[in-house]
């Protein structure tokens, strides 16, 4: 898979889908994700991206799990990448880490928390390659437009903005549905990420919660709204996964899922 533009992830009617575990947890896992979730993109013409971190550097606890070691993680990356023929998105935590993650992602991510972080946009944005920006969980939507700015100001215009919930109290977030079209309106596609929409950070035991229940509900509510890609964390058992299983979709039900949803984006393509 050689580099890949917004065109590649434009260059259908449907929807695109970012997808995968929510870390690198080991080749077999990534393996199996990514043979499962091409399979079913092929078939329902939806272009793919894998996903996986290759760290967690935002845990609540020192002892959570944050990864089996970056350069055996992002080589499970560049295997994925090379096996399945699909391109990668991975987070950055730091300037000094785009250039090298750039090696194996096609798209670097920033995570919600580090959005406003300039150094790291200005270091993602010259490295070439897609950037994908979370809305921070404290920002408004029209925010966002100053955020991409600054990567397009440091002379990259692959911006993508991801919605992934705002804090909704201290214990919960919320999705605006306002802000997909408010952030549209900016130029760039625009993904929201279903499942971290449903976390419920900040709890007692210093691990995450999660309402993967409502994963159907969120997902076609935001298909409704015209979002351009679908952001999905899943695991074939999620009670399993070593990170954020608490909010993750089972690997077995996505294709029904995404079935239910092109229904939906065909026909807001037809109003």
Known sequence: MSNIDKNFLLNSSNFFLLAGPC??????????????????????????VFKASYRKANRSRIDSFSGIGDEKALQILADVKSKFDVPVVTDIHT?????????????????????????LLVAAAKTGKIVNIKKGQFLAPSSMKYVAQKVIDSG????????????????????????????????????LDITHSLQQPNQDSGVSG?????????????????????????????????????????????????????KIRKAVNDL
């Open 156 to 191: 990259n215009d692959q911006v993508l903005l991801t919605d992934r919930g705002t804090m909704f109290g201290y214990g919960d977030l919320m999705v605006d549905f306002r802000g997909i079209p408010e952030m549209k309106s900016f130029g760039h596609p625009v993904i």
């Open 95 to 119: 300037a000094e880490e785009a250039s090298w993650a750039a090696q194996v992602a096609d798209i670097l991510q920033i995570p919600a928390f580090l959005c406003r972080q300039t150094d």
């Open 210 to 262: 999660g309402r993967p229940d409502m994963i159907e509900t969120i997902a076609k509510a935001g298909v409704a709204v015209g979002v351009d890609g679908l952001f999905i964390e899943t695991h074939p058992n999620p009670s399993k996964a070593l990170s954020d299983g608490a909010n993750m979709l089972k690997l077995d039900l996505l294709p029904g899922l995404l079935e239910k949803l092109l």
């Open 23 to 48: 870390v690198a947890e080991s080749e077999d896992i990534c393996f199996g994700i990514a043979e499962s979730i091409k399979k079913t993109a092929q078939e329902l013409n939806i272009p793919y």
